[in-house]
């Protein structure tokens, strides 16, 4: 089995675990399994996978922990599900970089399309760091797409993969007006139906990061209330 296509799940009721990783294998994934939080960590950090599955609720650390340790270290889709429901829990979660949020009870059929969505984003933008792409450059913020490096007042600013295509997706498009659906469709590749807190998250996070000098007023994203976003120049 090639090493890209290794899933580790993270989930301590068993019969769920066993039953999403049968669908996984019979869609040609090589899956791991672990109950325990802490233990689930540590084989995320020290092997090599390509996606993980977290439940939120674990014994040892908590799905929350492991995203926000794995996530400073290694740079692979990351799936949150969870009984949980709150809006709350969501926020937090995309927040701490995960990439997706799944609520509990959902099909099996729709986690294996959403591991093959977001392993092929990873994917394609593997392939297209290999292209040389022209630098971005707009009253003090510098994007390099080839090297996927992020220069605020020349000091370096790190993001994760969602933030970075989703920052470079705006910025090659000035004064375009976008909607938060059609956000979603364009850096997630799926359907935008219960996941608009993904791009609002996100949109909180790279403001964050490049409105250094008054976040309460944007100078770079602006929100056209009603209507979307856009990156101004």
């Known amino acids: 089995m ?3 296509k290794r899933i580790l799940i993270v989930e ?3 019969a769920i675990a066993e039953l999403e990783r049968d669908y996984l294998e019979l869609s040609g994934f090589s899956v791991d399994l672990e109950s325990d939080g802490g233990k689930g960590l540590a084989r995320a950090l020290k092997e090599d996978y390509a996606l993980l599955i977290l439940d939120l609720m674990l014994p040892g650390k908590d799905g929350f922990e492991i995203c926000g340790e794995v996530r400073e270290r290694k740079d692979i889709p990351i799936i949150l599900v969870s009984a949980r429901k709150d809006d709350i829990d969501k926020i937090r979660g995309l927040g701490l970089g995960a990439d997706d949020y799944m609520t509990k009870p959902f099909s099996a059929s ?3 399309a ?3 969505a977001h392993l092929a984003r990873y994917e394609r933008l593997l392939g297209s ?3 040389e792409i022209p630098i971005l450059e707009i009253r003090g913020i510098k994007i390099d797409s080839t090297a996927r490096r992020v220069f605020v007042n020349g000091k370096e600013v790190p993001f ?3 933030e970075f295509d989703l920052l470079y997706f705006l910025a090659s498009h000035p004064n375009h ?4 659906e059609e ?3 364009e850096i997630w590749k799926m359907d935008s139906v219960g996941d608009i807190a993904t791009v609002t998250v996100h949109i909180k996070k790279l403001r964050e990061k490049i409105e250094i000098d008054n976040l309460s007023k944007p100078q770079y994203i602006e929100t056209i209330w009603g209507v979307g976003y856009r990156f101004k120049v």
């Open 2 to 4: 090639d090493e890209r």
């Open 12 to 14: 301590d009721e068993e």
């Open 110 to 112: 729709e986690l294996v």
């Open 114 to 116: 959403r591991v093959k």
């Open 129 to 131: 760091s290999r292209t």
């Open 160 to 162: 994760t993969a969602r």
């Open 177 to 180: 007006v976008y909607s938060k």
């Open 183 to 185: 956000l979603f469709k």
